[in-house]
């Protein structure tokens, strides 16, 4: 739906537009001049059970909501802004904690974007690769003590290029690391290739400098003063980070996915923490098949790692997964469930959710 708005009006439509249901990709709710609002998002929710001991079935509300808005500069360029929510979590879902990021683009040339978005490399280990729940073996970048790469980076410049020949697309980017000092600073880059139809290899690196490795905690103390936890000092340092991965359709039906990658960190500030070096190998694979509105999909993920040079079952996951899934008109709708194994002992994950987007 498109309607014409004065130009005092666009900011009451795009808050009025963020609270209703919207249907559809990405919806223009507002024009002024050759500016365009546009409202998408996703619905997302499951009830899952993680195997925990006293653990129980409890919901996961990933649903966002977004705003995009666009407005020509020349023939040939185009500035352009996203704004969008994040997870659904106990204090509420916050606009921009998952994207906020200015740019402009071109459709010769690409786009180049400012602020807040995903890293070049993250994309790739995000999807397919960490599907299914794989990504809590080969998508760990979040843990403390396993930063070895971003998700998403807030001081980010990031370029995008067009695709090349029908065949090749690039990214790279460069930011500040996990502080705003000159020695903290990150950059990374991704290729990906479709030498043929049926196949795509994707590469990528990302490296960051006087990052924030493994988290320091605060003192604690007791009633009367004294001191119940003296806290901890961050391990601070280096970080590099590989990827390969490829994804091949042999036919229709059948979808077949795998990545490696590997991941160093050498502390330059050990903090409270006793180590210099940490290393890990990660890997994950994946079967799909597609039978009308149906999908199966068997996945593997496997990470080791290395603690100053000796096997450290820390950094040890293993996940095995299935999920089978069904598309009501673009609802679409699952069950999954998923083995989970750290240091030995294993988790059965099921999930069952829905999602679709607007």
Request: net charge negative; proline share 1%.
């Amino acid at each position: 739906m498109e309607n014409m708005f004065k130009r005092s009006f666009i900011s009451v439509a795009v808050a009025a537009a963020a609270m209703a249901s919207v249907s559809a990709n990405a919806y223009t709710i507002g024009e002024s001049n050759d500016a365009k609002v546009e409202v998408y998002g996703v619905v997302s929710i499951s009830a899952v059970d993680y195997g925990a001991d006293n653990g129980t079935f409890e919901l996961e509300n990933e649903s966002r909501v977004g705003f995009r808005a666009a407005q020509a500069m020349t023939d040939t360029v185009e500035a352009f802004v996203q704004m969008e929510s994040g997870w659904m979590l106990d204090d509420g879902a916050k606009l921009g904690n998952r994207d906020t990021f200015v740019g402009i683009r071109g459709e010769d040339w690409g786009q180049v974007r400012f602020g807040r978005m995903l890293t070049p490399m993250y994309e790739l280990v995000d999807w397919p690769y960490s599907a299914s729940n794989m990504g809590t073996t080969f998508d760990r970048g979040w843990r403390s003590g396993e930063r070895f790469l971003f998700d998403r980076k807030s001081q980010q410049i990031r370029f995008d290029s067009a695709n090349i020949a029908d065949m090749l697309t690039f990214s790279a980017s460069v930011g500040n690391g996990s502080s705003k000092t000159d020695d903290s600073k990150f950059y990374g880059a991704k290729v990906s290739v479709t030498p043929v139809d049926m196949l795509t290899l994707h590469a990528a690196f990302e490296s960051a400098t006087d990052t924030e490795f493994e988290s320091g905690s605060d003192a604690t103390f007791n009633k009367d003063g004294s001191v119940k936890d003296p806290g901890k000092e961050a391990s601070i340092g280096d970080t590099d980070s590989y990827f390969v991965g490829f994804e091949l359709r042999p036919i229709d039906s059948v979808m077949l996915a795998g990545a490696y990658k590997t991941g160093e960190y050498k502390a330059s500030d050990k903090g409270s923490f006793s180590y210099d070096k940490r290393e890990i190998e990660a890997y994950s694979l994946q079967a799909n098949y597609y039978m009308g509105n149906m999908n199966f999909r068997l996945g593997y993920a496997k990470q080791t790692g290395d603690t100053d040079g000796v096997t450290d079952a820390y950094l040890d996951r293993e996940t095995l997964t299935g999920e089978f899934g069904y598309s009501f008109n673009s609802v679409y709708t699952f069950l999954r469930v998923a083995e989970h194994s750290n240091d030995g002992d294993g988790d059965t994950m099921v999930r069952i959710g829905t999602e679709w987007y607007f």
